[in-house]
């Protein structure tokens, strides 16, 4: 399973297309994929609160990375990085060791000569975090309003091919893979 990672909380974002799109691209290849809706209810990041017992949310947000085979990652950035709440995200996965050396990858939606920041921050963390990032499959996948359909989808032809291509990198990646 691939778990998808939205760094946005905006309803109808770029970002929570893109995953959508990649959840139907991998089911069309017999991969289940699940996009994480609990960003917004995380607590705030506290060294004092990680350890146990976890806040539920958090439980739950481990319990999910662990599950997952791979995790493709897909956020804004804000302010020349990361928006603070998908940053608390990832601080909470610092302490835990579910997803150090999974499989996971991040597209980039933003506007050509846009998102560095955030794509630097996010592997500044997931360094700290043991997470395997596979090179290949990080990729930037700029979308316009235009190209979000009526179902919150990608419906572009060529777009859904680089998605495709994106979650059979990280599938082939993933455990018992060469």
């Known amino acids: 399973m691939i778990l998808l990672l939205s760094g946005s909380l905006r309803a109808g974002s770029g970002n929570e297309a893109l995953l959508r799109t990649a959840r139907a691209v991998a ?3 017999g991969v289940e994929a ?4 609990g960003l917004g209810r995380l607590p705030h990041f506290n060294p004092d609160d990680d350890r146990e017992p976890l806040p539920a949310a958090v439980a739950g947000l481990r319990a999910t990375i662990d599950a997952a085979d791979a995790v493709l990652i897909c956020t804004p950035e804000y302010a020349g990085t990361l928006p603070g709440a998908f940053k608390n995200l990832l601080d909470w996965t610092v302490g835990g060791t579910e997803i150090c050396d999974k499989p996971v990858a991040w597209v980039n939606v933003a506007a050509p000569g846009r998102g560095g920041g955030a794509e630097a921050t996010l592997r500044t963390v997931l360094g700290y975090t043991g997470a395997a990032v ?3 499959a990080c ?7 235009g190209d979000v359909g009526e179902d919150g989808a990608v419906a572009d032809p060529d777009i859904r091919r680089r998605v495709a291509e994106v979650v ?3 599938v082939a990646a993933g455990p018992g893979r060469a």
């Open 34 to 37: 699940l996009v994480y809706d």
């Open 27 to 29: 089911a069309r290849a």
């Open 168 to 170: 059979r990198l990280l």
């Open 139 to 145: 990729a930037r996948v700029p979308l316009g309003r």
């Open 134 to 136: 596979v090179e290949a």
